[in-house]
């Protein structure tokens, strides 16, 4: 079975349900957006939260996806850094009790958290402190850590330091893995368009995009942007929430259908697409199974908090997966 390494901002996921839009619309973050905070925002919105429902969980967006990955049964590991505090030991954790081997640097600055917003319509929004996770940097890195793995997965929100995702990409290359890129939030895009653009026509073998997303990358809508993509990766994705996915490569075009899902929180669907349809590819069952498994872990994570669920969930997925 193929073996996939990830790469990304390590953090804890604090997430924060809302009756209504008062505190992000306070906080002047545009709905469903990604924010990158300072530590004192993020003081500030532990405090303005500190009687609202919260739950925790090791996050991340290339976290995320490894996760998934994991869980499925494939063998993983995570690179990423994080404080030697509380949190950071909390982060590990989590990766070692899903069977990720945690390739992790320490750092003396506070662990990363993202503070994800929660509406009723289940849209997020994020307030992210990066902390020590923005920390990893480019000379850290060695191809030794990428040897032994089949492929990459990185996240687009790494582009707040160029050096270090081109360094990551480029050892992965040399290494022979293919690459796997999952587009950041909108706004990351619009603010790191033309490095992306660049780094994605070098390096990257697969390419992940939601239908905001493409469009901040292609200027387009989702079926012309899919085409667009094309042109520089060899496998384009691009998902358009309850209206399922779009796969193409080269001439070949395969859409997928949606699993019908009650959504309460939309945090991590992407990253968990990401999970089924790697697992579904890198297992050679074709782009119809590839996307099937996406959309089954998507509609899943979408009906619960945050980006996890729970054992009894990937039995019955593992069940559906091996009958379809």
Excluded at 49 to 78: C, Q, Y
Excluded at 121 to 128: I, L, N, S
Excluded at 133 to 155: P, Q, R
Aim: zero cysteines.
């Amino acid at each position: 079975m193929a073996k996939v390494i990830g790469i990304g901002n390590a953090l804890v996921d604090v997430l924060i349900r809302l009756d209504d839009e008062k505190i992000i619309n306070e906080l002047g973050f545009p709905k469903g957006s990604m924010q990158l905070i300072d530590a004192g925002t993020s003081a500030l919105i532990a405090d303005k939260t500190k009687d609202f429902k919260k739950e925790m969980a090791s996050g991340g967006s290339a976290a995320n996806t490894i996760h998934g990955l994991a869980r499925l049964g494939m063998e993983t590991a995570f690179i990423g850094t994080v404080g030697r505090d509380e949190t950071g030991r909390f982060f590990e954790e989590d990766m070692k009790k899903s069977g990720i081997t945690p390739l992790l640097f320490k750092s003396d600055s506070p662990s990363g958290i993202a503070n994800a917003f929660i509406t009723k319509d289940g849209e997020r929004t994020f307030g992210t402190f990066l902390g020590a996770a923005v920390e990893l940097s480019g000379d850290m890195l060695k191809k030794e850590l990428f040897e032994g793995y089949d492929a990459l997965h990185i996240e687009g929100y790494l582009v707040q330091n160029h050096e270090l995702i081109e360094t990551a990409l480029r050892l992965a290359k040399e290494a022979g893995l293919k690459i796997s890129l999952d587009l950041a939030s909108f706004n990351v895009v619009e603010d790191n368009l033309d490095f992306l653009k660049e780094m994605t026509e070098k390096y990257v073998d697969i390419l992940f995009a939601n239908e905001e997303e493409a469009k901040a990358f292609t200027g387009m809508e989702p079926k012309e942007a899919l085409h667009e993509i094309s042109k520089s990766v060899d496998i384009s994705v691009v998902k358009i929430g309850g209206k399922g996915s779009m796969v193409k490569q080269r001439e070949l075009i395969v859409n997928i259908e949606p699993i019908k899902a009650n959504p309460i929180d939309t945090t991590g669907a992407g990253d968990i697409y990401a999970s089924g349809f790697l697992w579904g590819y890198l297992n050679g069952l074709g782009f119809e199974k590839a996307g099937y498994a996406g959309s089954l872990l998507a509609s899943t994570v979408i009906e619960v908090i945050g980006a996890k669920f729970d054992d009894a969930k990937w039995d019955e997925i593992k069940k559906q997966l091996q009958a379809g």
